[in-house]
């Protein structure tokens, strides 16, 4: 998992390439949960905050631009 700073050094494109694999492993993990083959329940929960934190970031950035 990746720390907000690491997230903030990414550029735009690097993060939408990032959010695009996490959202595809997002889908992975909650259909391995929903069949039980899913070890660690924990990291769907750590998926979702990293998607929440790439998307937070962009819109940051997004915000920066505009200003």
């Known amino acids: 998992m990746m720390n907000i700073n690491d ?4 550029s735009a494109s690097e993060l939408s390439k ?6 595809e492993e997002l889908f992975h ?3 391995q949960h929903s069949i039980n083959q899913l070890d660690n329940p924990m990291r769907l929960v750590e998926t979702k ?8 970031v962009l819109r940051e950035k997004e ?5």
């Open 49 to 56: 905050k990293e998607i929440a934190r790439i998307l937070t």
């Open 7 to 10: 997230i903030r050094a990414m």
């Open 63 to 67: 915000l920066k631009e505009n200003a």
């Open 29 to 31: 993990l909650r259909f």
């Open 18 to 23: 990032k959010l695009k694999e996490d959202k």
